[in-house]
Nanobody, 119 residues
Framework: QIQLVESGGGLVQPGGSLRLSCAAS????????IHWYRQPLGEVRKERDR?????????????TYADSVKGRFTISRDNTKKMAYLQMNSVQPEDTGTYFC???????WGQGTDVTVSS
């Protein structure tokens, strides 16, 4: 069974850090690009309307970020463990949202993990 499962969300204070994880199973993880997306907390959006946050290629050598998170977030992956990560540093209230991982070119989505940045 093909699955992507995000974890690591929670409540964090502004300026703090959080690491999100994306665990993959049921497919050949190391041939897929991984994206992290987000949407406002409590808001239901169509998948195509979610905001792209970061992308990592299959080899982990090409990383791209949305301007809003550049310099604060780091995407990474461990193909031996079939895991992808999003390290979130210096978080701000506007980083609050539900975070999803997604594969490309064949599209699989996880169920999301909620991040709340608040004091």
């Amino acid at each position: 069974q093909i699955q992507l499962v995000e974890s690591g969300g929670g409540l964090v204070q502004p300026g703090g850090s959080l690491r999100l994880s994306c665990a993959a199973s049921g497919f050949t993880f190391d041939i897929y690009t991984i994206h992290w997306y987000r949407q406002p907390l409590g808001e239901v959006r169509k998948e195509r309307d979610r905001d792209l946050v970061a992308t990592i290629d299959p080899a982990g050598s090409t990383l791209t970020y949305a301007d809003s998170v550049k310099g604060r977030f780091t995407i990474s992956r461990d193909n031996t463990k079939k895991m992808a990560y999003l390290q979130m540093n210096s978080v701000q209230p506007e980083d609050t949202g539900t975070y999803f991982c997604r594969t490309w070119p064949y599209t699989y989505w996880g169920q999301g993990t909620d991040v709340t940045v608040s004091s």
